[in-house]
């Protein structure tokens, strides 16, 4: 069980998790190069508004990566891919038969 101090955008508080204080870290710093980014290339000064947009930014990132999961998922089903498989299992075993 983790444990972790969140001191940023003016907000402090103390988290548990059941992940590890590396982990934890690892996220927070992510976070907060995330928020950096934020600030530095837009005009909000708000905290509130500065968190938003970082959740947004998360959220695209997120949103992205499952999209790219589901079009491999569907490359790695393709009928085509399943029939291909099926006749190189088919001579692998007559490979096998005449090898033995």
Known sequence: MGRLQID?????FAVQ???DDIYLKKLLSYY?????????SSHLKDP???SIMAGISLVDELYKE?????SYSNALSNPADEEANKLT????????????
Request: aromatic share 0%; proline share 0%.
């Open 32 to 40: 907060t190069d995330i928020i950096d980014t934020i600030k530095n």
């Open 48 to 50: 509130v508004q500065i």
């Open 17 to 19: 998790a059941s992940e």
């Open 8 to 12: 940023i955008l003016g907000a402090s």
């Open 66 to 70: 499952k999209q790219r999961n589901i």
């Open 89 to 100: 299992s088919e001579m692998i075993s007559k490979l096998n038969k005449v090898l033995a």
